[in-house]
């Protein structure tokens, strides 16, 4: 009977716990869904505002790009006319006309191009040769502007969309004005951009990013482009819209909320200029689009929140397995906890790898040189004992074959690092670098230098062309800005294999073969810091207003969607190197690969200059030269190596280590040519040869052999330089 007296205020209890437990499940839900869904009310609107800026910064390093190349072809094309009379431009029309349509073809924003006289006849243009000589342009407003002086000399003028007068397409024309030799008025360079072409990628931008509207104005009102398309009757914001009174107050940039005087739709609208331009891009999200979205999360929130009540109140009604329930809870809690302690130990592992790979890449130098000596001995040991006993051979074998697992090791650690409509065709790389250095050439500044180093034999690869070209073009404007005093920008092509080892590394990278197309400066270069950064989205080091860091995170997309890999490599003050790998193309196509030449036993009389600072690398290098058949001279340096290049005028070839003291490889070989214009030179060197071209250390076309190298390569590339095939 106490103990039923005992159980009765515990029954109680627990049946008014229970009461208050179900109404708490009732009422708590209710409380905290009306709570959330205010907080998601001002969330969604937040988010909207968050989304509409991330679209207008794309938007805004896109139209910036497209007027940069637009620039860039009015440059060219007055430096082709420039001093030219009308008479002269005539008589080299052929010719322009010529120039002119290939930029069109290079360029998909480039519609046409006009070179006009000063009463507005076309003295050359891209769609015609000769040009029409009937047609009269003087009455456009982009010839008016120049000629009436209301736009100053040497400031680019955005005209109205009109219909051209040639082939009914609609274009407007970003235009500058011709000098006579007194500076007078002589005409007018237009470059045509299509409507459409901002057009098409504004579509892409709103259906893939939850925005309604996108569109390029002039600060006028004039809408130039806009997706969705407005009737051809609607051409221009009202001045007293809201639009155009948000800009009045804040010319720069902003954030409208209001109807439109377009379509008469309430939406949020974002605007920012372009710098240098009378041009502003803007994008929209349509009110009622939030409100849905908000109430579709609401809606989302009920579906699960409902049944969780439910299950809260029928909770409440079986608290007597409420134990049973805690226990699962806790069993659920030590897996979730066992599951973040594995998550945990695979971050630590990543990171241990990735020390792993920092360290490798700053003794690998060194390591080779090491490895480069207990190979090339072994080699030596085993053309000598050739006819020697079986054992000792056999050993020798086993140690070689060690050695090389070794150096096969370091090369694999050193390997560890980090949607748009396409086109893709089957084309040739080195025609796409060779017509684009050309443009290259006219219009980077004269401080710049342009080199192309063309691999032989290259494969065929199958992406879009004129997106390649885009990306190339993206990486050279980053390459001229980070090149303001000037400098040295290389483009390079090769065949490349990234193997099993590389592929494991990096996730997204499917091993294989590819074309290599590398763009190199020697420009200020980045931190690590930044290099960690710098293919993400809206990550940028310029400053406000100068780049929104949308120009690599393009680049980097292309190459994505294109099936290929970007790596980047770069050091603060030595430059930056971008490798663009794209998949090779099969097809049915025949490739004849060469063979390579086999090494010959040298005469005897030739004589080399070894130059290594780390003696027992120098000791091998003379010992196998000697044993190869040619006559060897030795130095630690290049003092030493430059008076017996005085002394002994036999020498032939200079084999040159590329980091050393005082004075490095590269150097050595400039000073030795000034002394011997004839002298063939070899770098050999412990990191690979598209490393030490590509950061700026060797120039393109220098003979190189890496370390650690065996003496028949080694007697090869000797061979194949003194007789002057390269190889």
């Given amino acids: ?23 708490a499940a009732l009422a708590l839900p209710i409380l905290i869904f009306t709570t959330a869904s205010w907080i998601a009310y001002g969330n969604a609107f937040s988010e909207a505002h968050e989304r509409l800026h991330r679209t207008l910064d794309l938007m805004h390093e896109h139209a910036a790009k497209v007027l940069e190349t637009h620039d860039l072809v009015v440059e060219q094309i007055d430096q082709l006319t420039r001093g030219l009379s009308d008479a002269d431009v005539r008589a080299r029309e052929p010719d322009l006309h010529a120039r002119l349509a290939k930029i069109v073809r290079r360029l998909p924003q480039v519609s046409n191009i006009w070179v006009l006289d000063a009463i507005g006849h076309p003295l050359v243009g891209s769609i015609a040769s000769p040009p029409p000589q009937a047609l009269d342009l003087s009455d456009r407003d982009y010839v008016r502007a120049h000629r009436d002086g209301t736009t100053p000399r040497g400031q680019a003028y955005i005209g109205e969309v009109l219909v051209g007068r040639v082939f ?74 809201p639009m155009m009174r948000a800009i009045a107050q804040s010319p720069g940039r902003g954030l409208v909320k209001g ?106 130098h060194d390591f080779n040189n090491l490895l480069q000596i207990i190979l090339g001995s072994l080699d030596l040991l085993g053309r000598r004992m050739a006819n020697g006993d079986e054992r000792q051979r056999r050993l020798i074998e086993n140690a070689r074959e060690g050695a090389t697992r070794a150096a096969n090791l370091t090369q694999r650690l050193l390997a560890f690092s980090r949607r748009q409509p396409l086109e893709p065709k089957p084309l040739d790389a080195n025609k796409i670098v060779s017509g684009l250095s050309e443009l290259l050439r006219r219009t980077l500044p004269e401080t710049i230098q342009i080199e192309t180093v063309l691999g032989g034999g290259l494969w065929r690869t199958h992406v879009d062309a004129g997106q390649l070209e885009n990306a190339l073009l993206n990486l050279a404007v980053n390459a001229r800005d980070a090149m303001p005093e000037g400098g040295r920008l290389t483009i390079e092509t090769a065949n490349a294999h990234l193997d099993e080892a590389y592929a494991a590394s990096r996730v997204e990278v499917t091993a294989g073969q590819y074309v290599l197309v590398a763009v190199t400066d020697t420009g200020t270069g980045m931190s690590p810091e930044v290099m960690r950064n710098a293919f993400e989205p809206f990550f940028t080091t310029k400053e406000q207003g100068k780049g929104t860091g949308l120009g690599l995170s393009q680049v980097y997309g292309f190459i994505k969607q294109s099936g290929g890999h970007i790596a980047l490599y770069s050091e603060a003050g030595q430059g930056t190197t971008v490798k663009l790998y794209l998949p090779r193309y099969t097809g049915t196509e025949e490739i004849t690969e060469p063979h390579a030449a086999a090494p010959v036993q040298a005469d005897g009389k030739t004589a080399v200059l070894v130059v290594e600072d780390e003696e027992g690398v120098r000791r091998f290098a003379v010992e196998a030269l000697r044993e190869i058949g040619y006559r060897v001279l030795e130095a630690s340096g290049a003092a030493v190596a430059l008076r017996l290049l005085a002394d002994h005028p036999e020498v032939a070839l200079l084999l040159s280590d590329v980091v050393m003291p005082e004075m490095d490889g ?62």
């Fill in 168 to 241: 009914g397409r609609r274009n407007f024309q970003i235009s500058t004005a011709r000098e006579e030799g007194q500076g007078g008025f002589a005409g007018v360079v237009a470059v045509s951009a299509s409507p459409s072409y901002f057009h098409d990628f504004y579509g892409d931008v709103v259906q893939g990013g939850g925005i309604t509207t996108a569109s390029l104005m002039r600060a006028d009102g004039t809408v130039l482009a806009r997706y969705p398309a407005l009737p051809d009757d609607v051409t221009r914001r009202s001045a007293h819209g």
């Fill in 259 to 364: 109807r439109s005087d377009l379509d008469g739709v309430e939406r949020i609208n974002a605007y920012r200029r372009l710098p240098g331009y009378p041009i502003y891009v803007t994008v929209g999200i349509d009110r009622a689009v939030v409100i849905h979205g908000w109430l579709m999360l609401m809606a989302s929130h009920l579906i699960f929140g409902i049944p969780a009540t439910l299950g809260l109140v029928a909770l409440s009604l079986v608290a007597l397995r409420r134990t049973r329930r805690e226990a699962m809870a806790m069993a659920a809690l030590h897996a979730e906890a066992a599951r973040r302690q594995d998550m945990e130990a695979q971050l630590r592992q990543a990171q241990k790898m990735e020390a792993i790979g920092r360290l490798t890449g700053g003794i690998a």
């Fill in 666 to 727: 590269r150097r050595l070989a400039d000073a030795a040519l000034k002394l011997r214009p004839d002298l063939k030179v070899v770098f050999m060197t412990g990191y690979t040869r598209n490393a030490i071209v590509h950061n700026g250390v060797l120039d393109a076309g220098t003979h190189l052999i890496g370390k650690p190298f065996t003496l028949p390569q080694l007697a090869t590339k000797l061979d194949a330089v003194l007789k002057g095939s390269g190889a």
């Fill in 1 to 23: 009977m106490m103990d039923e007296a005992l159980d009765l205020p515990v029954a109680g209890a627990a049946e008014r716990l229970l009461r208050w437990l179900t109404a």
